[in-house]
């Protein structure tokens, strides 16, 4: 998600893969986590500064960093 | 003997279980990455030995942390030996992940789906999965014996049984071919290939290739998407998230999470060190008092007479300097049963999002939160959480900044000198005390960030554990554990130390006893003599406050027993200790509050215990961990002079006139920060373009 402001709480997004800019170990990482192409994301919530995110995948909740987030390709 | 690995993700229930099988206490809570090492023990089941092996939570069989590495190093090593894999059954997809990446490496697993929560999120066919899955799987709660006693038994028989044959057929849909560049490719096990699709490290140095595949997409689609098909044909529909609470709504709350947080925090240092706790610990002090070193005291001065060597020995040593450590076990009992509620409660993780932004501006990260909060119990239990971390970096910058928190050994000093010096304003200065430590740390932290320990990776990740309710068993288990812990650090280090510190301040240099009447010079104060200039910037320049400072790097409560000690306090009373930091002639005494002041400043922020030396020096290195105690020094000399001088200055002039000079100094130091980034801008020539003028 290129531009983190156009994220909406609570709001389901399609995960359609990760950009390049995500290193391996953290895209490795997120694959563990269920993070496949096709599978739904929902942003829950937001940290004071807006830097880290509540996110909901395959039944479980996670909090990640913007970063992160930035490295997803959503639609 | 049969050799049982447990395995399973973060905060899935593997030590719990480990602790059922074997009967230990081993440390356990509701949060990822409790276990940062391995741990063994041996029990034994219908008349087999069976080698139990705990080890850190892993999410896929290629490491990215360093407990992780720990774990996957060990089951590479031990791969011939039997697996026992620990899955949560609310969150069975996630966790069979794993198990496929155990089949893979062709172990034997049995699968015990732990049924943590009381109320499954869904209904799961365990006789349809393990048909699927082609392996035994066993479920239960993983803290209830019985159903424990079934694991044991297939354990048991899986050896006489043995090879099961594991059922993997999504291995069919996975695309090997850009393997086909390689040499010997058909030789691989299936293992390997999947690892070097995967772009394993350690499965490409192992085979020396050097190829990128970046197949690990490909894997792990194909891998999830096995598992999502055999949960639709054994899984009922999921109930709820798992980890999603309706209390997250207050507790998450962008604007009220932090103000809750630091709300708990107050209340639970008021009943720890104040009403409750102290009410406890005043209460302790008498009965020890009344009970027990009165009349032992009574008894040994009529034995022995009351000038005797031994006499001063139990009544300075024992009785003055361990009873005055002793009478605090209800406030170090308070404070870890709070910080074990919080563990339990699965509350810590929202603190780590809620904290994660503002420590990023630092350069830590949510997890160090876990390791910091640790620190207010135990520095050195805490430092070793710091392998959490996902970089180096980040884990030498928390290691190094934990022993900057006030640990329980800490506080007896800010009661004890506290309570002398600034009465009823106390909480104050305990609370104060707190937070220089945090600001310190965080301060620090910042300065590592942008010299030489900056994070490479940004990588935070936390999976969010359900709320659980308190586990009034698992709590007091824990809690046992810390008093029995405080008790024999009591009843060894404190009880050693302060004989050997006895003897120091009572013999001369020609081994002649120093009686109280006396004007003869001991060992420990020569010693202390040499050394107090040092600190007479500080203003605690006796050689009891040097010495006793010297005896606190063996272990914090010593501080306490020793200045009890050499001021000849012979009971347990906190008051008869307090008193004698007020006397002139005492060996520890304070001229002022500021001199107090500066010296519970530095014992806040000096070296740590040896203990804690000793577990950074393993987790950290040789070369950070005395860059550290460099840094620690110094940074506590500096901040208790500084202190100290405000104290002063502030005992001189009077509150209101420090202030106004301190504003000022400060409005003309922003000031000149102010213009000198301005002369800076208008100095750069290419001021529009160049990128590095932020205007």
Same mark, same amino acid.
């Given at each position: 998600?290129?531009?983190?402001?156009?994220?909406?709480?609570?709001?389901?997004?399609?995960?359609?893969?990760?950009?390049?800019?995500?290193?391996?170990?953290?895209?490795?990482?997120?694959?563990?986590?269920?993070?496949?192409?096709?599978?739904?994301?929902?942003?829950?919530?937001?940290?004071?500064?807006?830097?880290?995110?509540?996110?909901?995948?395959?039944?479980?909740?996670?909090?990640?960093?913007?970063?992160?987030?930035?490295?997803?390709?959503?639609? | 003997?049969?050799?049982?690995?447990?395995?399973?993700?973060?905060?899935?229930?593997?030590?719990?279980?480990?602790?059922?099988?074997?009967?230990?206490?081993?440390?356990?809570?509701?949060?990822?990455?409790?276990?940062?090492?391995?741990?063994?023990?041996?029990?034994?089941?219908?008349?087999?030995?069976?080698?139990?092996?705990?080890?850190?939570?892993?999410?896929?069989?290629?490491?990215?942390?360093?407990?992780?590495?720990?774990?996957?190093?060990?089951?590479?090593?031990?791969?011939?030996?039997?697996?026992?894999?620990?899955?949560?059954?609310?969150?069975?997809?996630?966790?069979?992940?794993?198990?496929?990446?155990?089949?893979?490496?062709?172990?034997?697993?049995?699968?015990?789906?732990?049924?943590?929560?009381?109320?499954?999120?869904?209904?799961?066919?365990?006789?349809?999965?393990?048909?699927?899955?082609?392996?035994?799987?066993?479920?239960?709660?993983?803290?209830?014996?019985?159903?424990?006693?079934?694991?044991?038994?297939?354990?048991?028989?899986?050896?006489?049984?043995?090879?099961?044959?594991?059922?993997?057929?999504?291995?069919?849909?996975i695309d090997f071919s850009p393997l086909k560049t390689l040499k010997n490719a058909e030789k691989l096990s299936i293992?390997?290939?999947?690892?070097?699709?995967?772009?394993?490290?350690?499965?490409?140095?192992?085979?020396?290739?050097?190829?990128?595949?970046?197949?690990?997409?490909?894997?792990?689609?194909?891998?999830?998407?096995?598992?999502?098909?055999?949960?639709?044909?054994?899984?009922?529909?999921?109930?709820?998230?798992?980890?999603?609470?309706?209390?997250?709504?207050?507790?998450?709350?962008?604007?009220?999470?932090?103000?809750?947080?630091?709300?708990?925090?107050?209340?639970?240092?008021?009943?720890?060190?104040?009403?409750?706790?102290?009410?406890?610990?005043?209460?302790?002090?008498?009965?020890?008092?009344?009970?027990?070193?009165?009349?032992?005291?009574?008894?040994?001065?009529?034995?022995?007479?009351?000038?005797?060597?031994?006499?001063?020995?139990?009544?300075?040593?024992?009785?003055?300097?361990?009873?005055?450590?002793?009478?605090?076990?209800?406030?170090?009992?308070?404070?870890?049963?709070?910080?074990?509620?919080?563990?339990?409660?699965?509350?810590?993780?929202?603190?780590?999002?809620?904290?994660?932004?503002?420590?990023?501006?630092?350069?830590?990260?949510?997890?160090?939160?876990?390791?910091?909060?640790?620190?207010?119990?135990?520095?050195?239990?805490?430092?070793?959480?710091?392998?959490?971390?996902?970089?180096?970096?980040?884990?030498?910058?928390?290691?190094?900044?934990?022993?900057?928190?006030?640990?329980?050994?800490?506080?007896?000093?800010?009661?004890?000198?506290?309570?002398?010096?600034?009465?009823?304003?106390?909480?104050?200065?305990?609370?104060?005390?707190?937070?220089?430590?945090?600001?310190?740390?965080?301060?620090?932290?910042?300065?590592?960030?942008?010299?030489?320990?900056?994070?490479?990776?940004?990588?935070?990740?936390?999976?969010?554990?359900?709320?659980?309710?308190?586990?009034?068993?698992?709590? !007091?288990?824990? =809690?046992?554990?810390? $008093?029995?812990?405080?008790? /024999?650090? *009591?009843? +060894?280090? @404190?009880?050693? %130390?302060?004989?050997?510190?006895?003897?120091?301040?009572?013999?001369?240099?020609?081994?002649?006893?120093?009686?109280?009447?006396?004007?003869?010079?001991?060992?420990?104060?020569?010693?202390?003599?040499?050394?107090?200039?040092?600190?007479?910037?500080?203003?605690?320049?006796?050689?009891?406050?040097?010495?006793?400072?010297?005896?606190?790097?063996?272990?914090?409560?010593?501080?306490?027993?020793?200045?009890?000690?050499?001021?000849?306090?012979?009971?347990?009373?906190?008051?008869?200790?307090?008193?004698?930091?007020?006397?002139?002639?005492?060996?520890?005494?304070?001229?002022?509050?500021?001199?107090?002041?500066?010296?519970?400043?530095?014992?806040?922020?000096?070296?740590?215990?040896?203990?804690? !030396?000793?577990? =950074?020096?393993?987790? $950290?290195?040789?070369?950070? /961990?005395? *860059?550290? +105690?460099? @840094?620690?020094? %110094?940074?506590?000399?500096?901040?208790?002079?500084?202190?100290?001088?405000?104290?002063?200055?502030?005992?001189?002039?009077?509150?209101?006139?420090?202030?106004?000079?301190?504003?000022?100094?400060?409005?003309?130091?922003?000031?000149?920060?102010?213009?000198?980034?301005?002369?800076?801008?208008?100095?750069?020539?290419?001021?529009?373009?160049?990128?590095?003028?932020?205007?």
């Open positions: 998600m290129d531009k983190l402001s156009k994220i909406k709480m609570n709001k389901s997004y399609l995960l359609n893969g990760f950009t390049n800019s995500l290193p391996l170990k953290l895209k490795r990482r997120l694959l563990d986590l269920g993070f496949t192409r096709g599978e739904k994301v929902v942003f829950c919530n937001k940290s004071l500064l807006g830097k880290t995110y509540l996110v909901q995948i395959r039944g479980v909740m996670l909090s990640l960093r913007d970063q992160i987030v930035k490295g997803l390709i959503l639609e | 003997m049969i050799d049982v690995i447990l395995v399973g993700n973060p905060n899935t229930g593997k030590t719990t279980l480990y602790n059922t099988l074997t009967g230990k206490n081993e440390h356990v809570g509701n949060w990822h990455g409790v276990t940062v090492e391995e741990k063994f023990t041996t029990y034994s089941y219908q008349n087999h030995q069976i080698r139990v092996v705990d080890l850190p939570g892993i999410y896929h069989t290629t490491p990215l942390s360093f407990e992780e590495k720990v774990a996957t190093d060990y089951i590479y090593n031990n791969r011939d030996k039997l697996i026992v894999n620990i899955c949560d059954a609310s969150n069975l997809t996630r966790n069979l992940y794993l198990t496929l990446g155990l089949l893979e490496l062709g172990t034997n697993v049995i699968l015990f789906v732990n049924q943590i929560d009381k109320k499954p999120i869904r209904k799961v066919d365990y006789a349809k999965l393990e048909n699927l899955l082609g392996i035994k799987i066993i479920y239960g709660n993983a803290s209830h014996k019985k159903e424990v006693q079934r694991l044991n038994q297939a354990i048991v028989n899986f050896q006489v049984c043995d090879n099961v044959k594991y059922r993997l057929p999504y291995i069919k849909n293992f390997q290939k999947i690892k070097l699709l995967e772009d394993d490290e350690m499965v490409k140095s192992n085979l020396n290739i050097q190829e990128n595949f970046d197949q690990v997409e490909q894997i792990a689609q194909v891998k999830y998407k096995y598992i999502d098909e055999i949960i639709g044909k054994c899984c009922d529909r999921q109930l709820r998230v798992y980890g999603k609470s309706k209390l997250d709504k207050i507790l998450l709350n962008r604007y009220l999470a932090l103000p809750i947080f630091l709300l708990l925090l107050c209340i639970v240092f008021y009943l720890t060190f104040f009403s409750l706790g102290k009410f406890l610990s005043d209460g302790l002090g008498f009965i020890f008092d009344k009970i027990l070193f009165s009349p032992l005291s009574n008894l040994v001065v009529s034995k022995f007479g009351a000038e005797s060597a031994f006499t001063s020995l139990v009544q300075e040593a024992l009785i003055g300097g361990v009873g005055s450590v002793l009478s605090f076990l209800p406030q170090v009992a308070l404070l870890f049963f709070f910080l074990s509620i919080l563990e339990d409660s699965g509350y810590l993780a929202r603190i780590a999002f809620t904290f994660d932004d503002i420590l990023s501006k630092v350069g830590l990260s949510g997890k160090s939160v876990y390791t910091l909060l640790m620190g207010f119990g135990c520095s050195t239990s805490a430092v070793m959480t710091a392998r959490n971390m996902e970089d180096k970096n980040s884990k030498i910058k928390t290691g190094l900044l934990t022993p900057y928190m006030s640990c329980s050994a800490k506080f007896p000093i800010y009661t004890v000198l506290g309570g002398a010096f600034f009465g009823a304003n106390n909480i104050i200065v305990i609370l104060g005390l707190y937070i220089l430590g945090v600001v310190i740390a965080v301060l620090l932290s910042y300065i590592f960030e942008k010299t030489s320990l900056k994070s490479k990776q940004q990588s935070f990740i936390l999976e969010f554990p359900p709320y659980r309710a308190m586990n009034l068993k698992r709590v !007091f288990k824990l =809690l046992w554990q810390n $008093i029995k812990s405080f008790i /024999t650090r *009591i009843a +060894s280090i @404190i009880v050693a %130390m302060n004989i050997v510190l006895w003897f120091l301040s009572h013999f001369t240099a020609k081994l002649e006893f120093i009686s109280s009447q006396s004007s003869s010079i001991s060992l420990l104060q020569t010693f202390g003599m040499i050394l107090s200039p040092i600190f007479a910037p500080l203003g605690f320049g006796s050689w009891g406050a040097v010495s006793a400072l010297l005896a606190g790097l063996v272990a914090k409560e010593v501080i306490v027993s020793s200045i009890a000690m050499f001021n000849g306090v012979e009971s347990a009373n906190l008051s008869a200790l307090q008193s004698s930091l007020l006397i002139s002639t005492s060996a520890v005494h304070f001229l002022s509050p500021a001199s107090a002041l500066s010296f519970l400043v530095f014992c806040l922020l000096y070296f740590p215990c040896v203990a804690t !030396f000793s577990v =950074l020096l393993r987790e $950290i290195g040789f070369k950070w /961990t005395l *860059i550290g +105690s460099c @840094i620690e020094f %110094m940074v506590a000399y500096l901040s208790a002079f500084v202190i100290y001088t405000l104290a002063r200055s502030i005992e001189y002039f009077g509150m209101a006139q420090v202030l106004s000079i301190l504003f000022v100094a400060i409005l003309i130091i922003v000031s000149l920060l102010f213009l000198r980034r301005r002369l800076k801008k208008k100095a750069c020539p290419y001021s529009d373009h160049c990128g590095k003028c932020k205007r």
